[in-house]
């Protein structure tokens, strides 16, 4: 895994700033990834420390591109990007920069769902996040496949936190979803909860989805298949500019 | 229109630096404000010279979301905003932050066109941008009254150049549309088209709709009938956190 | 508002024939209004005593037509009209014929509320009319932004009896729509509920909409943007020809 | 046939006032009912001559709810009703008033034809009248399967004139659908067009939907079924209630 | 019935392999046949026993294909087929190979529930096979008028045991569906329910809705209307091939 | 490679019994297959030569469903199936019997497609199959994705005949789509197709998708992720019963 020019880079972008939880989401990329992946999980060097409402994923953005165009200027070869946060953000954004296909956790989790089963339910961290599951539910045109969005409003900091309650919340919250809505599978509905996965999906005897794994397996896919962002118009790179003041230094030049 | 304690206080955000835009926004703005209301037109101070592409659109979100956060610290009261980029940037997040009603300038010219007509279509600038214009449609419900979008491929920023060939070219497409997709009106797919309304209209014979006309007629409606953006949960205001390196300053108190 | 070649006038009409609704139909329109802009509120000299099934919505179109041919035969400039019960009767025919806009006030309701939140439930009179309601929901566009539609079972008039629980009942209706079914507003499925609008969004705190006020709103909007139905084809004017029966005096001529 | 006690009665309503049409319809009618049924057809004594506009459709519906109220207030027993305008008015309204089942043609049609093929067009009178086909076919759950509707621009009492061409626009714009849109089959936009049903089916080698007689058959299906419109709720008997000026007949009594 | 040169002979496969149920629904069948209208009920020669998941549906298929073939290759003259699973399996591969028009029973109920209220709701045999008829009513267009499915968990040949509780369980699952989900009309979700059919209208007091009645009514009608499937592309006859091993047979000759 | 123990055995079904197009197919898949993947690609011993229609689709999945269980018996470990035809066919009733993941390559392609624009357009073989790829899109969520589906009218065994054009033929509507239907990536719409893929892609200059390769990848991901089909209620193995006649082999015991 060391020799770069031979295996396949996968980049893993936690949008916010915790470093324990881009070490957790770099631990479930590396359980999934093929042999001769490599994963490289970074944090940005701005934003929030957590995503947790319109706001702060709006403001995770510049972090998330910032590393994209940080890994061409400096001509390190990236073969594709996961953004590991599950509202998606700035996913249009970075396909139009990056050289590689970007595959979002939200996106990835819910397309693996509905290869699994008709139906899925997502557990999120806070209720005020679960209108941008449904919106994303939408977009990716799963809305009828997704039976319901539950929040075990654990903030996504206090997850990890030792005595943390959230694993048997989302335990019940994933057995209603089961129960009373008819879910087949179960998508883990924020990158902090990967490390659950496994043992959920015995407990709930039914697929329990992990995000940031469906990203690195779907993105290697499209790498293995040689393909990336059509280049067309709506995803070409963006026209230089100007911009000014605080963002100032992502101008981009020709 | 000078006391403003009794007036309707709108603020129409021109979410790109150009300052001549701004005051073409401004214009459109004050033409269909009602007796009593103050149209303040501003650009940020920070974001791209204009918006054509989703990094650009995502990279004017920090400058809209800052408009917002200094009025409410500097206790400047705004009754309503207007989100006047016809990709409505931030418009989820700027509706957690501000006090009253926020309505972006591609919802409102949307929902203006369905009492108008069963169908319209988005004459808009560059190609590469009208894939957004279709989620919104999508998003706000008029995927279906959405007969078309076309571009006119004239830079943002070129829009209002001597000799711009921009409005034949936008009458053109708008003529297409009507004579070929049956579309009864025409939205214009970028505030800096919105001198041109009444001509295209008239030379058309069917209503045009600029977006920033429609969004401050929506806006001071809601401000009138007294309601604001639910606080339920979605649309609370976001918890604090701390923001790190350049967005450092857009940390939330409580 | 005296001068009525400097105001903008706005006819507000009350397809049922229960003079009090209109009386609390024009209080309510005038209550947000703006500054220049008269109100006339009428209910037609035909039709049903009240609107509470699709035979009394389809029998009280003829009076809503007859109100706007006879404007245009007397010659009386109304600027845009407003169709004052939950149901829109006869909108499209009513497009068809008036010079200046038309607005329904279900789809008043229904678009100001998509600007408040991501959904909203409707809280109605009967149980019968609730198909209505979500067949008026889909036609907008707005089938997925509509999370319930709940009926108070009181009759139209019964709601302004003195001693009527239908206030009560529609406020534990709202709170039913906001707690299970994650309303983020309520709108109020009937003209003569009106009066309760600002009320109930105290008691909630969520925004309540009531649709006249709403579509007083849009209508104005729409003729401060100079624009109207377009005439391109579906809403020209209808092809004169000859009514037979009761329905002569409905004759159009050239 | 004449034996009304053993005979299924079907009474087909022209809602215009043209009785040339409704001879023709009667013979389509008849054309396809099984032996032992018997059809009526009949116009109005109130209303338009032809259906070309909203306006028209809208003030079609009184005579339509007449013909059915008349029909209980005589004791006259009719077994189904079946709607002939192919805007379908007045359905729901007459579905809360007839004992026996209620069809309209349209709606007939549209089933028929995607039990035949992927997809339909329709071709109908006059282009205003297109946008009602299309939100027919988008209740009745056939968006999707709605390939096109054109219009051959001749009026409604046009169609039988002799030396009409109407029959050859009609077979021109069917073409086009079936080569362009890739229509699997023709629906018949007007009652007017049932006699040109054969010959049309035989000249494009595709089937063509007259919905008179779909209706008619699919009528006849439910009475024999012994099914008739659902009194649960929405289309109970309307309550009882005064109506004023010219519809004062239409108050019904309990 | 007897001269079949005058009759038109509808043919109902129950594909599967139960005798006793294909009796049935030949009772049902010509419970609802016209005068002059022959039916023949038949089993297919191979195939399951039962029809409880996507494995048996998909397996019944080749015994359905085989006896529309089989006619074919007999010269025997069926007008039209009904397909009595409420699966509807392989309706499509037998539009291509019939003659006449071919209905399924599932799409037949389900177009007649449209017709007699606003929502129905399926009771159907095992929970594991409701997605299948939530399939169906998106492919033909009522995922919007489906209130609910539900399953009364008695595998299909228990039915008809004597002392079997279906009839009890199908009836309070139906009231269910009545209170709880707005169904305005019952559609039994199994060709061996016929039976139950109009003791359950009456015990409900709202329609229930028996496919194969439905089926054959409305074969009938496209029989009388002289349509039949279209032969544009899609619903040709097959190409002729080679079919190996235990599928040889099923080869297609020119 | 031959460890199996260590490996993943990935089985590819090519549903028709053409060894030629099996070899195609197993040596796109083993393009893609990650290090320690073995790829088993085999034809059933029974079914059509080619599929072409319904009728071939539903007599392929006989043989499908065969290949399954018959691994089954043999006590052979597969980790997960690729269905290689572009109709899916059989996919629900292979993930009833599959221990692991089973997963269809239009499913799998139209799913990559998304991830890399906004609009894919398919190019098959023969124009009556285009149906089914709608379905399919529909089916899976993608609808809106889904900009076009064009036919080459090449049979399916003749894709590979020396000297024939298919090639040129799939490249021009692949190009039609792009410049007309705004399609940003191209899916190749039958198995036969894959060895076409990458020439196109380059040719074309936009992503070009062959379903086999991405089907590979995804049943890989859902492999290396743990996760196989839910076995809730839907996807239960089927309950054993007897079969009769020719399919006597397929009942299944306990």
Redo the contacts between chains.
């Keep these: 895994v060391t020799d770069s020019a031979l295996t396949t880079r996968i980049k893993v972008i936690n949008p916010n700033?915790s470093l324990a939880m881009t070490r957790l989401i770099g631990t479930a990329a590396r359980g999934?990834a093929?042999?001769?992946t490599e994963i490289i999980a970074v944090s940005?060097?701005?934003?929030?420390?957590?995503i947790?409402?319109?706001?702060?994923?709006?403001?995770a953005?510049?972090?998330i591109?910032h590393e994209i165009t940080h890994d061409g200027m400096l001509g390190e070869r990236i073969d594709g990007y996961v953004i590991a946060c599950f509202g998606d953000p700035?996913l249009?954004?970075a396909?139009?920069?990056a050289a590689g296909?970007v595959?979002g956790i939200a996106?990835a989790a819910m397309?693996?769902a509905?290869?699994?089963?008709?139906r899925f339910s997502v557990v999120t961290t806070l209720?005020?996040?679960?209108?941008r599951a449904?919106?994303l539910a939408?977009?990716?045109?799963?809305?009828?496949?997704c039976a319901s969005v539950y929040a075990c409003e654990v903030?996504v900091l206090e997850l990890e936190e030792p005595g943390s309650e959230a694993s048997s919340l989302i335990e019940a919250l994933a057995r209603r979803a089961?129960d009373e809505d008819?879910?087949?599978?179960i998508v883990l509905g924020c990158a902090g909860m990967a490390d659950l996965c496994?043992r959920l999906?015995q407990n709930l005897?039914?697929?329990?989805?992990?995000g940031v794994?469906?990203a690195v397996?779907?993105v290697?896919?499209?790498v293995?298949?040689?393909?990336?962002?059509?280049?067309?118009?709506?995803?070409?790179r963006?026209?230089p500019?100007?911009?000014?003041?605080?963002?100032?230094?992502?101008?981009?030049t020709v």
């Design positions: 700033t999934v093929g042999v001769g940005p060097p701005m934003g929030p420390a957590s947790e409402s319109h706001y702060d994923e709006a403001l953005v510049p972090g591109l700035g249009d954004a396909r139009e920069l296909p595959v996106e397309h693996a509905t290869m699994l089963g008709r209720g005020r996040t679960t209108g449904w919106d939408s977009h990716y045109g799963f809305r009828e496949h903030p089961i008819e879910a087949d599978c496994h999906s005897g039914v697929p329990v989805i992990d794994s469906a397996g779907m290697e896919t499209l293995r298949m040689r393909v990336s962002t059509s280049r067309r118009e709506e995803y070409a963006p026209r500019k100007v911009y000014e003041g605080l963002l100032e230094p992502f101008g981009l």
